[in-house]
């Protein structure tokens, strides 16, 4: 997604390189993780399947004979494994109980063993639209930003141009060259930046993505997608789907976060934006994506080129 580095990147600074574990095909079993668990919490039960995307990794909730509850997550892919293991490692313990708590892990399954979070996503509570709830995502939001020293690279504008040039290939006869040639100008926009802050970002900071208990307060979740970035970029899917819909909700987002939005802001938003697009264009070219997935992709294409983000 976009451009950035993986936070292990930048977390060797803090502790020694992990040798990486052997590379397996596919997910690990059910019986096989389960197992792992076993071993760690004790004989334990599925209490409920929360497995979303089940090519990408399963999620389950588990619970123990003294019904305590914690999430097993593992993945297919490596990189999504490291990067919310090194996530969890080194930058949510700053927000306490906001956020999961690393348990245990196995590289061999590329199982991550998590506390449970309290509350339900706010887009289940129909809570995604609540001001308030923005705000407090916001305050959130900027504490992981802060969780670790931010780091001065010119790396973001050029992996976005890679990444771009790497899904380009596969839109070929969807979008006209001269508007790929446009969507460029935006990223070469962020390389003349030269040098620029990144810090630990969500990158799917999203409301399915915050956690509401009764009392309104907000945790986080989900940091399979986690990497140094500018802090511009956790707004991305917010603008999307949010923000021009209830300019409010900006409004509360950026007041809980405590920052305004620069025209270097925006210049580094526009090339993310730019990869989503011709990213989520290549992948609207899948024999298995419904209409309204095509639909969106060319809607996030048009409106990089057709109007302003804000």
Sequence with gaps: MGGGFSLAEHSQERHALRIAPPRRQG??????????????????????????????SRVLRVKTRSDEHSIVKWYSALADYQRELDALTSYTPSLGSDAPRLID??????MLLQSEVPGDRATTLGQDWDPLIHYRAGVLIRRLHESAQPVRSDQFAR??????????GAVD????????????LLIARAMDLE??????????NHPKNWLVDPGGHVRLIDFAHSEYDPWIVDVFLLEQDY??????????????????ISSEDTTLLRAHHAVMAVRALAAAGGSQVTKAEKMRARDMFDRLLGATLF
């Excluded at 021009?244 to 920052?259: E, M």
């Design 243 to 260: 923000w021009r819909s209830d300019p409010n909700l900006k409004v509360a987002f950026l007041s809980g976060y405590d920052r305004e």
């Design 195 to 204: 040098t620029m802050l990144l810090v630990p970002a969500h990158r799917v």
């Design 27 to 56: 997910l690990a079993s059910d019986a096989e993780v389960l197992d792992r668990v076993n071993r760690v919490l004790g004989p334990v039960e599925v209490a409920e399947d929360l497995t979303a995307q089940p090519l990408v």
């Design 105 to 110: 892990h196995d590289d061999t399954f590329q």
């Design 159 to 168: 992996q976005c141009a890679s990444r771009f040039e790497d899904a380009a």
């Design 173 to 184: 006869g969807v979008v006209e060259p001269h508007l790929l040639s446009e969507a460029r």
